[in-house]
């Protein structure tokens, strides 16, 4: 893949995030955290749900149902209906945090990440919602992102943003909870490249937003640099694969701190670029 994105929708986020394919209803959501809104497109007319609080990442549940992931809380949307039923609190105490980045996982759970509102160093972790149970998994972070699993069921991704190191952690075999300590996988320090939202292919390979580069890197199982999207907005969220062959490659971009000039007039729109491998299916989320 080297042929730039280009526009998938003209609307700009404050900060998008969180994007995803719905398998059964084809078609791709994304979030705009800031602004607390879903957004979507089907047969080509845009959609938008509004809400009370910071929403900013989902997984499916079945053909009407997210579970989604806002400031205090996960709970189930029906996309129909609007409806809203609370699964478990999300830090609902503690005032200067939010939900960012999170997706499901191949064993039907899902992970969130937390972070300070104004992003206070270490006011986040990360937690996974399993068989009803809501569990810490890693405290003590700054800007949760890139949240993915590997084709084969053995491995969960993550980064603190602010490290610039994204970390690998086994997951047990049956339950797919955590096992054993997470190592670094890949450091992008010396790039001086800030890992934000990334998916996994079908194949293996790690696909990153990096926050300030204009650009979606594609890395190798083993952490090798293999090519990159260029995408016309500075700051690039997160990638989520999706269509029917899976080989659409959605990506979300920010405005957030940008100045609205002629330079920056892209900045926050949602993109897509074509690609010769296919993505994962977006794992089903189990309540």
């Known amino acids: ?5 280009v526009i998938f929708d003209d609307r700009q986020c404050t900060l ?8 059964l209803r084809k078609q791709f ?33 079945d053909e009407n149902r997210l579970l989604i992931a806002s400031q205090s809380r996960l709970f189930l949307f029906d996309l129909e209906s609007g409806a809203q039923e609370k699964v478990v609190a999300l830090e609902e105490s ?4 939010r939900s960012n980045d999170g997706r499901a ?12 509102i104004n992003a206070e160093e270490g006011a986040g ?25 590997s084709p084969d069921r053995q491995f969960a991704y993550f980064t603190d943003t602010r490290t610039k190191i994204v970390r690998r952690q086994q997951l047990n075999a049956e339950s797919g909870w955590p096992q054993g300590d997470a190592v ?17 292919d079908s194949q293996g390979n790690f696909w ?39 080989q659409d490659l959605l990506i979300t971009s920010a405005k957030v701190g940008l100045p609205q000039d002629s330079e920056n007039a892209s900045a926050g729109k949602t993109y897509i670029a074509k690609s010769t491998i296919s993505g994962q299916q977006e794992h089903r989320v189990i309540i």
């Open 105 to 116: 996982d191949p064993y039907g759970g899902f992970w969130i990440g937390t972070m300070g």
């Open 125 to 149: 972790a990360i937690y996974r919602l399993y068989q009803s149970e809501l569990r810490t998994l890693f405290q003590g972070i700054s800007i949760s992102n890139a949240i993915c699993f």
């Open 208 to 246: 990153n937003a990096q926050w300030g580069a204009a650009r979606v890197a594609c890395y190798s199982p083993e952490g090798q640099f293999q090519r990159s999207i260029d995408v016309s907005a500075s700051q690039t969220t997160c990638p989520a694969f999706g269509g029917e062959s899976k």
């Open 94 to 97: 503690n005032p200067i945090t």
């Open 29 to 61: 959501f994304w979030f705009d955290i800031l602004e607390r809104r879903l957004l979507s497109i089907r047969d080509g007319k845009p959609l938008e749900w509004q809400f009370d609080e910071y929403v900013s990442a989902a997984g499916w549940v």
């Open 1 to 5: 893949m080297t042929e730039p994105a």
């Open 184 to 200: 670094d996988w890949l450091n992008l320090s010396e790039e001086g490249l800030a890992p934000d939202g990334a998916v996994i």
């Open 16 to 23: 998008g995030e969180g994007p995803m394919w719905h398998p």
